[in-house]
Structures are given as structure tokens and as C-alpha cells.
């Protein structure tokens, strides 16, 4: 006896199995061309972006308006500051003028000459003021106006006469505008 082993004659060659296509299941939303999902993807992005930047540019345009804001407020407070200085002015030849008229016993007496005299820390005219150093002066037998114009271009005006002393601004920078200044 043989040990071999044998289960007969050979198999023949078997045919290669053909495989069906299998159709690929359809989506929900039905077919699709290829690159529909880029381009929606491409369309949200543009959104996004147009709202980030309508975003950056609402916020640098109400940063801008305050930095705009804050320089009209500094300007302003220079503005007042010059003003200080020239109502300084006004005050103190105001009460150089009130100290030469007790001291005289008349207002004609208070002249630009008279008050460079009594008070020469500031100039003093005749004339229209030129700035808040320099002070118009006019007086008559009844008062003495006094205009002080400011670096912000506001005049000031003193005026005293026997009954009182009033002040406010004017336009014309002059000693006779301020004391033919009413109210």
C-alpha cells in the first residue's frame, strides 16, 4: 500500500468569478455633483470673513470718533486756559485802575500812562488790544472800561464807574468798547 493520497483525477480551472456592481446608495438630499460641498464651504467662509471685517472696521471707526473727541476736548481746555490769562490780566489792571482812581479822586485821571506807572508788569493802550498782556484803557469823568484780548480770541472787558464794576466779553477789543458796553 501506498501513502499517498489522492482525492482523484485534478479540478478543472475555475472560471473567475464576476462581481456585480453594486449601485452606491443615493443621499438624502439627492444627487450632488462632485465639488457642490467646496463650493458652499467656499461661500460660508466669504460670509464669515465679510462679517469679521464689517465688525473690525464699525469698531475703528467709534475708536476713531473718540480719539477725534478727546483732541476737541483738549483743544477746548487750551482754549480756556488762554482765556484764564487773559481775565488775570483784566482783574489785576482792574484793581491797579480802582487803586489809581482812590489814590487821584477821579476816573479821567486813569490813563494808559498812568497805569504803565502805577503797574508795569503789562502794556497798556489806548487803542485796541492786541493780546493778554497788552490792555485797552479809555476813561472819562464817569468810569474806565479795560479790554483784554485773549490768545482764543475772545475779548474781555472790565468796566467800574462810581456805582459798581461790571465785566463780560465783546468783539471789538477796545477801553471805549468796554465802557459803552451795556448789560
Known amino acids: 500500500m501506498d501513502d499517498s493520497f489522492s ?6 480551472r475555475q472560471a473567475p468569478i464576476k462581481r456585480a456592481r453594486v449601485a452606491k446608495p443615493r443621499s438624502a438630499e439627492g444627487s450632488q455633483r462632485p ?4 463650493v458652499a464651504l467656499l ?17 475703528f471707526k467709534n475708536s476713531g470718533e473718540e480719539i477725534a473727541s478727546d483732541q476737541r ?6 482754549g480756556a486756559a488762554s482765556d484764564v490769562d487773559a481775565k488775570l490780566t483784566a ?8 487803586q489809581l482812581y482812590a489814590e487821584q479822586g477821579s476816573f479821567a485821571a486813569v490813563t494808559p500812562a498812568s497805569l504803565k506807572r502805577f ?6 493802550t489806548g487803542s485796541a488790544s492786541t493780546g493778554p498782556k497788552v490792555i485797552s484803557v479809555s476813561s472819562t469823568a464817569n468810569g474806565v ?8 480770541g475772545t475779548c474781555f472787558y472790565q468796566r467800574f464807574t462810581a456805582s459798581g464794576s461790571d465785566q463780560g466779553t465783546g468783539t471789538t477789543c477796545t477801553g471805549a468798547a468796554a465802557l459803552a458796553a451795556s448789560g
Open 91 to 98: 482783574q489785576q489792571a482792574t484793581a491797579a485802575a480802582q
Open 119 to 124: 503797574e508795569p508788569s503789562f502794556g497798556y
Open 35 to 38: 465639488g457642490v460641498g467646496r
Open 145 to 152: 472800561g479795560l479790554a483784554v484780548l485773549s490768545d482764543s
Open 7 to 12: 482525492f482523484g483525477r485534478p479540478a478543472r
Open 43 to 59: 461661500v460660508l467662509v466669504g460670509v464669515v470673513a465679510v462679517v469679521v471685517i464689517a465688525g473690525a472696521m464699525a469698531f
Open 73 to 78: 476736548t483738549a483743544v477746548s481746555q487750551i
